[in-house]
Each structure stands twice: as structure tokens, then as C-alpha cells.
């Protein structure tokens, strides 16, 4: 006779586990072997909240707290020993420590400064899993605390409030949040800094300083996101944008042993960073947000020592003399030995203010099969004139119960490829609808009507439509290379064998070989995805083309 069949006993380990685990005895020696044991007194404080590029500790023996220290008070944030270790995402980054580390039992501990602990992580794989996932995890628990050095006064029907929020969660800094339209007391707090509700959005930074409705770029040098990067040294590689495809070249160029720098205007991600659930991204058959795919890509490119400067973006780039240089905004120019242009396109807004509540969620950039099936017989909106609204509207119509196509020219003619024109005339389910424009989308998580005026008549409708595609084009981040670099008709950079006879004349190509595959007319200068002429707008595509360059700039590093 046969035993019944038992359950698999799971194996998991905790989450809590993973975040605070136990090193074994031969993972401590293999961490002595590269730093120093030292005794600990108790009341010794190890780490100071603000502090940057702090130290790495391992508990030997006795006991570390970790507190929050806010004003004169403290909450206890976790509690270290033997085994366990300090640390958490800006040990990676170098940023300011946003906790306190203070011994409460004395005894020994191994300390590595971050460089040591850095060389660890890339060089010892299951050491460098075990903290990797530990410092991201902390992360994680430290935003959904809001455990921070940083309080936003805000109130969410302010533009602003929604910017800073974006900011900080896109850079991976928690905060704590008061709402001006929910929290009572909240006018003490206002007052104790001397600050009215006129001011908001309301940053309070370190405890110490308040910003009021402070730029992007303020908010960055008050946290000291930028602090510890070294604008002066002469890089490898310097990367222009911190999309999928600057990311992903930074991943390849830092774990291949270049020094990189990433420029970044705003905060990592790019366009995928603002997408709800990204679907087609090989590796991830449920989905991942743009968020999490560029965090894990943030992270990643740290963990190689790729730098990132944030909210600073690049606003030239000379290229008279080598190394080529880069001036970014109120900062010095960078100098490079090569460089890779990831900085993207955006898509071309509509004027309306409700729209990037419901991007993603009713507004769309692009018509596949995804949002297709979304919106699978119901009525929906293409707005634009262009062979991408044209594809989009015939594509629709295959599974929209109908397609309202608004343009606000008079026809389609002059814009769009005639075999579009005709099979738009051709579908009954397409209606054309010249001299019109979208005015105002409404809803509450989703998108649910949206009033469209006849610019004609004046006339404004209101419609029950869930779904509307903008399709009025993406511009290429440019503007910022005029003079140096070869653009196609609509200044989307020009690579490899795009670039004519004439383009490498006027731009004297030095060489007796053509440009490699991505490099533009401009040796040792590549261009990857959104940003490219001919790129085909997807993560995937960004992230091979960021790196495939970096392959190409070893070959030029060694030219
Ligand atoms: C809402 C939305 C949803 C999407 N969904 C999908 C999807 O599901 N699947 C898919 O495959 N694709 C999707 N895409 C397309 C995809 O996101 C893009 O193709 C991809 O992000 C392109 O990557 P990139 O790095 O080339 O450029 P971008 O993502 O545009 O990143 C460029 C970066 O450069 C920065 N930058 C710009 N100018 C400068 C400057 N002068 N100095 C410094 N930095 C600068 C920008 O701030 C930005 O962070 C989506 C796009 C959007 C908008």
C-alpha cells in the first residue's frame, strides 16, 4: 500500500528574515577577511542621521540600535546582533544615512567603509544577494513607514504636492505626508516653522529647513541626492538620461569595469517609470510598474558604482575639443571619453490638467494589443492626424465597439498615408471628426467622460468614453545638442548607417572607419532608444540598444 501523498512543506524564508538576516560564521570571516574588528562601548554612536558615505557594520558580539531621531525624540527602527548587519539602499548610493546607529550593548563589530563593502557585493555573489535584498527590502519598509528625514505639506489637489510626491517616491526617498485638507493640527506645525498654508507644497528637510513649493532641483541639493558625486573627474562613459536605456547602459558599462557618471533632468525611469504595468518586458510574464523595473535598475547600476546626478539636466554639449564635454544646469562641465544620449522623447500633452492622473489608466501613448483587449467593445477617442493615430484607429476598430478620431485640422489629408485615409473611409466603426478637440477628461481611478468641442460650432459634448490614445507624437530630447550632432527631419539623432556621406563631411569624420551601428556623426558618441532616429518605442528595444553601445565604447576607448 501506497502513503498518501504529503504537502511540500514550504521553504520560504520570511520576509523579516530576509530583511534582518543572520550571517553564518564562514559568511563573518569571509566579511573580516576585508575589513577591521573593533570593540564597541555602549552609548557609542556609530552612524548620525545625515551623515554620508557611512560605514558598513557586522555585530560580532553586544548589540546596535537603529532609531529615527526626530527633535529630542526617538523611535526604535531595529535592533542588530550577532550576525546581523547595518545598512540599508544609501549604503549603495552614498547619500545620507536617514537613521541613527547607536550601540546598546557593547561588545565587537567588523567595520568596511563603502568602497570595501561595494567591492563585496559585485565580487562575492551570495554575500552580495543577502545584503543586495536586506537594503532594498529596509528601503521598502523605511517609504511605507514614511520613515524619513523629510515632511511634505501638501493637499492633493495641488500640482505641486503631486510633483514633489513623484520626485521622492521615483527617487526612492520616504517621506512622511500631511495633508492640509485632512490633517487637523497641521496648522501648529505650519506655524512652528513660520509658514502659511499659502505656501504649500511645504518640504521640511532634515528637521531643520523648510522649502516652500520648492523646485525639483531644490529638493535634490537639500536631501543631498548629488552630494557625493565628483563633477571634476575626467569618466569613461558619461550617460544622458536615466530612462531604460541609460540604465541599462549604465548596468553594462559599470559591471564591465568603466567609470560612468548618469545625468539625469528629473528622476530614473523616463517614460517606463511613469507607465502603471509595463506587460511585454521579457521576464516578468505578470506584469511589472515602470516604477519597480527602475528602481531595480537604480539599484543595480549602484550596485556596479555607476554615479547618477538627478534634477540636473544636460543643457549642451561641446564638441570641439576632446574629452567632449557636457554643461549641466547650474553646475560645471562634465568631461567624458565617450558618451551615450539616452534622453528619450516626450510624448507631445494635451493642454489638459486632469491628464497624467489618468495616464495609464484611460489615457494612452501607444495602441497594441494590450490596450486593445482593454477596451474591447467600448467606445474610445484617437486623437492626432498622424499615420501613428491612423494605425492606431484602424487597429482599434477591430475590437472598440467605435473609434471617434479628432483632429483639429480640417482633414487627414496632408498628414497621413493615403492607404490609411482609405481605410479609414472604408470602416464603418471609424468616425472622423475634423475641427474637434479634446477639452476635459473626468473620473475617478479611471478615466469616465470626456467633453470634446466642435471648434466649428463651439459645441462641447460630454461622452461616457473610458478610453482615448493620444497619438500626436513624441519629441525627441534634442534641443540641448544643437550644433554637434546629425538629427533626422523630426531631430530624432541619426546612427550608423542613417548617416549620409553629407552628414559625416559637415561633421569632418575623422576616421577611416564609418560609425559603428548606434554611434552618431560624433566619435565615441552613441545614441540609444527613444531618443534615436528609427528607434521602435519600447523598454525592450531601449534596454538592448543601451547595451549594445556600451559594447561599442570599450571598441572606442581603444581606438
Ligand atoms: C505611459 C507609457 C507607457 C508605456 N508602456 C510601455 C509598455 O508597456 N511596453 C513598452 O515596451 N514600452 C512602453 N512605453 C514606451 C517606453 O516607455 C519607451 O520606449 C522607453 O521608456 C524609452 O526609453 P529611453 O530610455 O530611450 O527614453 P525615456 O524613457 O524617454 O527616458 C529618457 C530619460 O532622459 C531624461 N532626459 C531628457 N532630456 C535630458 C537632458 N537634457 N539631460 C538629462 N536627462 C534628460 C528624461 O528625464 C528621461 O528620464 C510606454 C511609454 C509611456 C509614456
Redesign the pocket.
Known amino acids: 500500500m501506497t502513503e498518501p501523498a504529503q504537502p511540500i512543506a514550504p521553504t520560504e524564508v520570511s520576509r523579516a528574515d530576509q530583511m534582518f538576516p543572520t550571517l553564518t560564521p564562514t559568511q563573518i570571516e569571509r566579511v573580516a577577511a576585508r575589513g577591521r574588528l573593533r570593540p564597541i562601548r555602549k552609548g557609542e554612536v556609530l552612524v548620525e542621521s545625515g551623515d554620508h558615505l557611512v560605514p558598513f557594520f557586522v555585530v560580532v558580539s553586544g548589540q546596535v540600535e537603529i532609531v529615527q531621531p526626530f527633535g529630542t525624540a526617538e523611535t526604535v527602527v531595529a535592533v542588530h546582533q550577532h550576525g546581523q548587519f547595518t545598512g540599508e539602499v544609501s549604503m549603495l548610493s552614498g547619500r545620507r544615512s536617514l537613521v541613527r546607529a547607536r550601540v546598546s550593548e557593547p561588545g565587537e563589530l567588523i567595520e568596511l567603509d563603502r568602497e570595501k563593502l561595494l567591492t563585496l557585493v559585485q565580487t562575492d555573489s551570495e554575500l552580495g544577494e543577502i545584503f543586495m535584498r536586506a537594503f532594498i527590502l529596509r528601503r521598502v519598509e523605511l517609504i511605507a513607514h514614511g520613515i524619513s528625514d523629510v515632511v511634505l505639506v501638501g493637499s492633493s489637489h495641488c500640482s505641486g504636492t503631486l510633483r514633489i510626491k513623484e520626485f521622492l517616491t521615483r527617487n526612492g526617498h520616504p517621506y512622511a505626508y500631511i495633508d492640509l485638507d485632512h490633517d487637523a493640527g497641521v496648522q501648529d506645525l505650519l506655524d512652528g516653522f513660520q509658514v502659511s498654508v499659502a505656501d504649500v507644497p511645504v518640504l521640511i528637510c532634515r528637521g531643520t529647513r523648510v522649502l516652500r513649493n520648492p523646485t525639483n532641483e531644490e529638493v535634490a541639493d537639500c536631501l543631498g541626492f548629488n552630494d557625493d558625486v565628483d563633477l571634476g573627474q575626467i569618466r569613461d562613459l558619461i550617460i ?7 540604465l541599462a547602459a549604465a548596468v553594462y558599462g559599470a559591471s564591465e569595469g568603466l567609470d560612468v557618471l548618469v ?4 528622476s ?5 517609470g ?2 502603471s504595468k ?4 521579457l521576464g516578468f510574464p505578470t506584469g511589472i510598474s ?1 516604477q519597480d523595473l527602475a528602481a531595480r535598475a537604480y539599484a543595480q547600476a549602484q550596485k556596479f558604482g555607476a554615479q547618477l546626478v538627478v534634477a540636473k ?3 549642451r554639449l561641446t564638441c570641439a575639443r576632446k574629452p567632449y564635454a557636457i554643461e549641466i544646469e547650474g553646475g560645471p562641465r562634465l568631461r567624458s571619453r565617450s558618451i551615450i544620449i ?4 516626450e ?1 507631445r500633452r494635451l493642454p489638459l490638467d486632469e491628464l497624467s492622473r489618468f ?2 489608466s484611460g489615457v494612452y ?2 495602441a497594441t494589443f494590450l490596450e486593445a483587449q482593454l477596451c474591447g467593445g467600448e467606445e474610445v477617442v484617437v486623437i492626432g492626424g498622424g499615420n501613428s493615430a491612423g494605425q492606431a484607429a484602424v487597429f482599434l476598430a477591430q475590437t472598440a465597439r467605435k473609434v471617434h478620431m479628432l483632429v483639429r485640422s480640417g482633414g487627414l489629408a496632408e498628414t497621413m498615408s493615403r492607404y490609411l485615409i482609405r481605410r479609414i473611409e472604408g470602416s464603418p466603426d471609424i468616425i472622423l471628426r475634423t475641427r474637434t478637440e479634446v477639452v476635459g477628461l473626468a473620473g475617478g481611478t479611471h478615466l469616465e467622460r470626456v467633453r470634446i468641442r466642435d471648434n466649428e460650432t463651439g459645441e462641447v459634448e460630454e461622452r461616457a468614453i473610458r478610453h482615448v490614445f493620444v497619438m500626436t507624437g513624441a519629441t525627441p ?1 534634442t534641443a ?1 545638442l544643437d550644433g554637434c550632432i546629425a538629427l533626422d527631419g523630426k531631430r530624432f539623432i541619426k546612427t550608423g548607417p542613417d548617416l549620409s556621406p553629407d552628414d559625416l563631411a559637415a561633421a569632418r569624420w575623422p576616421l577611416a572607419r564609418a560609425p559603428h551601428l548606434l554611434e552618431t556623426n560624433l566619435p565615441g558618441v552613441f545614441a ?4 534615436r532616429s528609427g528607434n521602435v ?4 528595444s ?1 534596454v538592448g540598444e543601451g547595451s549594445i553601445a556600451v559594447s561599442m565604447v570599450h571598441q572606442v576607448l581603444h581606438e
Open positions: 544622458v538620461g536615466a530612462g531604460p536605456a541609460g545625468v539625469e533632468s528629473d530614473p525611469g523616463g517614460q517606463a511613469s507607465s509595463i506587460e511585454n518586458y515602470g539636466g544636460a543643457v539616452a534622453s528619450g522623447a510624448y495616464d495609464g501613448h501607444g530630447s540641448w540609444v532608444g527613444d531618443v518605442k519600447r523598454v525592450a531601449a
